[in-house]
């Protein structure tokens, strides 16, 4: 039985093999990877020995299944990033967590564990979602956090709650993967617009040379767009960028007023005492 098993599972096992190369071939081959995806996908509903199978993961062609597919979906993964997809990403990142932290001590550790467990800590800080992200970070055990992979987006956390916006904009230049530069951008678009949030209320205008320093930008034409995008003017005999004028809201206190009623609120005190 085991050795007509093995001669069905060399198909899947030579279309992951395809998939790996459509992924991580220069340019990535999106549509032939996603072809191939597919056709993994209903070969697994064939697998036995994944969760509802009814198989056993102990015997060498249950492990040989259940390494196919986390396989096919830590290429998933990276294809989603490759088409910028992060409901993808995340779907395919949920099943594949499955095969880290269940079948742990059924498998060998994968060598792609470490990069696709830093890539999901990385989208949830791109979406801001920092307790999920404690969350995921507490699965994963303490010795590993010095590895490259996690310890990345723990720095990266670190500097976001430190408000030390410099350090994430210069972060691309350390990233420990290519794919880790789909987050580190987006998390750069969510810093850069606090940094712009902050710069609207403590500047009235700002030279456009340090306007562009500030904003990290590598040139005057990414100034310019941000300027436009975010409603600013520029005055090009000063050479300056003008925030938008905030508006003012009243915060008078009715100090009087507040004083007549603590004096009243003690006097009704006095009487009940």
Known sequence: LDKCRKRTMADPAKLVADLKTAVYATPPDIANANKLLTQ???????????PGGGGS??????????????QTFELATNLSIHEQDIPGFERHFA???TFYFDYNKVLPESPFQLPVLGLNLMRLLAQNRIADFHTELELIPVELHDQIYIKFPIQLEQHLMEGSYNKILNARADVPAESYNFFIDILTNTVRDAIADCSESAYQSLPLV???RLFLFQTPAQLQDYIVERGWEVDSAKQTVQFKAEEKTNLDVPSMRVIREMLSYAKELERIV
């Open 40 to 50: 993994l996908k209903i070969a697994m509903t064939k697998f036995t020995a994944l």
């Open 57 to 70: 993961a102990e015997t060498p062609s249950g492990k040989q299944e259940l390494l196919i597919a986390r």
């Open 95 to 97: 099943q594949v967590k």
């Open 210 to 212: 340090a306007a562009q």
